[in-house]
């Protein structure tokens, strides 16, 4: 069984559009994350939930919108679609905001042509 | 503001070769150190973490890393790589009791020839 699984795994796009990608976790976890892969590799945390509240929002272009329904689903829209939001999205998971280890899924490759 | 180094950008070694792979952070307080790993086209996985206790942690696949607090560093090791080590490797940092906000470092590319 799959903990932190996110679909869709690839998203090929144009520019403009909407998208979404879908999170969900089965491990009871209270606290779930969006990060951002880059083309360089860095990941970079977007945003964070805990218990369905937002906690953390980076510096994050108000076209990304994440909507949590209960705690172990962490949903990401994405409006307007640029070519710069090309990366790779992990969701993740821990049981505490209070730095626990954190568990990640297996990544959305979004490409925006 | 909180930050994690790693100076090694791309390693090539040898099949039963020592590996070393360094990681320096900046943080304000108490810090939780990890390190997680990547192989291609993978998710992360966390080989292992540093909460407190003994600062030499072991982590699953051989790997270990010490933690020396007086030179803000959390250093990954193996004794002898295999080619399927072959993965990009971050180190991370968070604060300890906050709000969970992992801050990575750029990655070290670790290549293991045959």
């Known amino acids: 069984d799959t903990a932190v699984s996110q679909t869709p795994k690839y998203l090929v796009t144009q520019m403009g559009n909407d998208k979404s990608i879908k999170c969900e976790q089965n491990?009871?976890?209270?606290?779930m994350y969006w990060y951002k892969q880059d083309s360089k590799k860095f990941l970079k945390i977007m945003f964070s939930?805990?218990?369905?509240?937002?906690?953390i929002n980076e510096t994050v272009p108000n076209r990304f919108s994440p909507k949590s329904p209960d705690k172990a689903h962490l949903n990401l829209h994405i409006n307007s679609l640029e070519l710069g939001d090309s990366a790779v999205y992990f969701c993740?998971?821990?049981?505490?905001?209070?730095?626990?280890?954190?568990?990640f899924g297996e990544g959305s490759w979004l490409t925006v042509v | 503001a909180q930050s994690v180094s790693q100076h090694n950008h791309h390693v090539i070694l040898s099949e039963a070769a020592s590996l070393e792979l360094g990681c320096n952070y900046s943080y304000g307080g108490t810090v939780n150190l990890f390190w997680y790993v990547q192989y291609p086209g993978q998710h992360l996985q966390l080989l292992l973490k540093?909460?407190?206790?003994?600062?030499l942690v072991k982590g699953i696949k051989g790997f270990e890393a010490e933690f020396i607090k007086s030179k803000f560093s959390f250093n990954l090791r193996k004794p002898s790589v295999q080619w399927s080590d072959t993965a990009e490797y971050f180190c991370a940092a968070s604060g300890a009791g906050t709000a969970s906000k992992l801050t990575f470092g750029t990655g070290t590319r670790l290549q293991v020839m045959l």
């Open positions: 540093y909460f407190s206790g003994d600062p």
């Open positions: 993740a998971s821990s049981p505490s905001i209070s730095g626990n280890t954190i568990y």
């Open positions: 491990l009871g976890h209270d606290t």
């Open positions: 939930y805990n218990n369905k509240e937002l906690i």
